[in-house]
Every structure is written in C-alpha cells, then in structure tokens.
C-alpha cells in the first residue's frame, strides 16, 4: 500500500494543493450558477461540499473535471489549468456520477476490464490492477456475477473500484451513498477513509447528508447563491454558529435558511431513479 500511496503522489502535477480556484465563474445567459468562487484543498483530504439544490455545486464540479468549461476565472486540478491542460487533468482524476455508471449486464469483472481500457492501462498491468481493485473494494467473491444482481452497497463500490483504476491523485463523487441503507453507506465511507489512508487520495464529495458531512470531511464548503458561503472544519463550523449547533443548523444557516425548492423536475427524477436502482 505504501508504493501505491506513493505513485499516486508521484502522479500529481505542481502546485501545493489538489484543487485550486481563483473567481471561477460559470455564466448560463445572465444567471452565475457559479459566481466568482475561490477554493483551496489540500492533498489528502475529504473535502465536502454542500448546498440546497441550484447552489451551483454540480456545476462547480462539472468545471473541475473539465466536463464543462468556465466562463471566467481560473482553476487547477491536480497542478493541472482546467482549460489549458484538461487531457492532464482528466489523467490525474477520478468521477463518479451520481447515475450509474457501471453497466448491469456485464460482471463486476467485465465492468472494469472495459473502465481498464478506456484509462489506457496497459495490456499487461489490467488483471493484476482489477484483482487489486476488486479486493480493496470487497468485490473479489462476487467478480464473475452480472452487475444488475449487485446489491446498491455494492454497486457503488463496483463504480468506485472502475474510478480508481488508475490511481487517480483526485477522486470526484457526486452524492456516493444516495439511497443506500445505513449498512452499505457505513461499509462505502469505509473504503473512502481507506482510499485516502491507502493511496494517498484527495476525495471531494458532494452530499446532502450531514452526518457523512461530519463524519467523513475534514473540511467543508458550503454554497449558496452560486457563491461560498463558508468554510471550515465542521467542529469549527458547528462551535462558530454556538455551543449547541449541529450541522444541520449550519447548513440552514448558511444555505439560505431553510428548505430549498431549487431543482427541476428532470433533477427530481434522476435522483429519485438513483435512489431506486440503489435502494
């Protein structure tokens, strides 16, 4: 675990910390759906990111992962620019969807065998990095079943595993424990601690949850407007607010003061499928 935690830190471009931004700004017509947003994360850290619905997180993340190009601003991944050098960035990260992104009719195996070519990864090194996946991920008994019988827990370990295939330096989730049960949430927050202790990975996730917030992150952000509302340390976030805050109070406070009626109905529907097909 030691080679790999250091490989994945030999991967990484230069610069001080995985992700940079500086006034990175998303426009669509006149609406800033991400407004001028600087963000600082380390290397090594679970970093979350909140916000109601039409906060401006999924975009933010669309522009880091270079799926989506900035309108202003500026933002490193990796010690890599978003715009100038998306291939780099794109070689040095991982992503997954808050949709499925492993395919039901093939097995655990086949989905990242096919994950194994896509990445480029040669012809010599995919078996023993599969297994090595696989293992880490807890899937090695259940390789040879079609996806489509995995479980929701073990779905989204199956799609972790495809994402680290290639050791990415940055690995991206979008919503990972969406609709799974206590059990299955608990056992994926364990791989995630392992990644990082393991390989060395920055994490970023996005999540509605407060509890995964608190008990996975080191550090949050909370948006709200398109813009970040704040910063810090979710003990320091909850003590800052006063002596008996929770971080659903946090939240509340910083995200606008209550419960969000942002999103549209295609939003409303592929989280519901989400949860479904996971639950």
Sequence with gaps: MKEQAVKAAGERGTGEAAVRTI??????????????????IPYGEIFGLLGANGAGKSTLIKML???????SGHAQVGGFDIVGAPALVRGRIGYVPQ???????????ENLLLSAKLYGLPREERHDRIEEALDFMGLADSAKRLAKTYSGGMIR?????????????????????IGLD???????????????SSYG????ITTHDMEEAETLCGELAIMHGGRIAVIGKPLEL???????ASLN???????????????????????RRTARRLG
């Design 23 to 40: 006034g990175l700004t998303r426009l669509f017509g006149s609406l800033a759906a991400v407004d001028h947003v600087d963000l600082v």
């Design 65 to 71: 992962t270079t799926l989506l190009p900035p309108t």
């Design 99 to 109: 949709l499925l992104s492993a395919d039901g009719a093939l097995t655990g195996y």
């Design 157 to 177: 370990r199956l799609e972790l595993a495809q994402a680290m295939l290639h050791r990415p330096a940055i690995l991206f989730l979008d919503e990972p424990t």
């Design 182 to 196: 206590p059990v299955a949430r608990h056992v994926v927050w364990e791989r995630l601690r392992e990644l990082r």
């Design 201 to 204: 990975m920055t994490v970023l």
């Design 238 to 244: 909850r003590t800052g607010l006063g002596p008996t």
């Design 249 to 271: 109070d946090v939240f509340a406070h910083y995200a606008g003061g209550g419960i969000s009626d942002g999103g549209d109905f295609s939003g409303a529907v592929r989280t």
